[in-house]
């Protein structure tokens, strides 16, 4: 089946850090770009950070530049958000996106993981 499940939210202190993974079935991880969005309450969905296929060129949100890094594993076909210096308007849930990028292109062919809640409080 084809799917991103999203794991390694929950509930961290302002200041603290967490790691999420997004692991992948039913299709070709190396082909796809692959991104982390978020949605706070009462906020539209957001780009937080994307890693591209095949070069491994990233971007990230103005809000969290230096202090999230996305990276991927192709062998183990998941892909990783590291959150430092977590802050409570990074609460949100978290969603994975697949885009079909081969060669740098765009296919056209999203999917989407269902979220992990990240709750950044004291």
């Known amino acids: 089946q084809v799917g991103l499940v999203e794991s390694g939210g929950g509930l961290v202190q302002p200041g603290e850090s967490l790691r999420l993974s997004c692991a992948a079935s039913?299709?070709?991880?190396?082909?796809?770009?692959m991104s982390w969005y978020r949605q706070a309450p009462g906020n539209e969905r957001e780009l937080v950070a994307a890693?591209?296929?095949?070069?491994?060129?990233?971007n990230y949100a103005d809000s969290v530049k230096g202090r999230f890094t996305i990276s991927r594993d192709n062998d183990k076909e998941t892909v990783y958000l590291q959150m430092n210096s977590l802050k409570p308007e990074d609460t949100a849930v978290y969603y994975c996106?697949?885009?079909?990028?081969?060669?740098?292109?765009?296919?056209?062919?999203?999917?989407w993981g269902k979220g992990t809640l990240v709750t950044v409080s004291s």
């Open positions: 039913g299709f070709t991880f190396s082909a796809y770009t």
């Open positions: 890693i591209s296929s095949p070069d491994g060129t990233t």
């Open positions: 996106k697949g885009k079909m990028t081969i060669a740098g292109r765009d296919y056209g062919l999203d999917y």
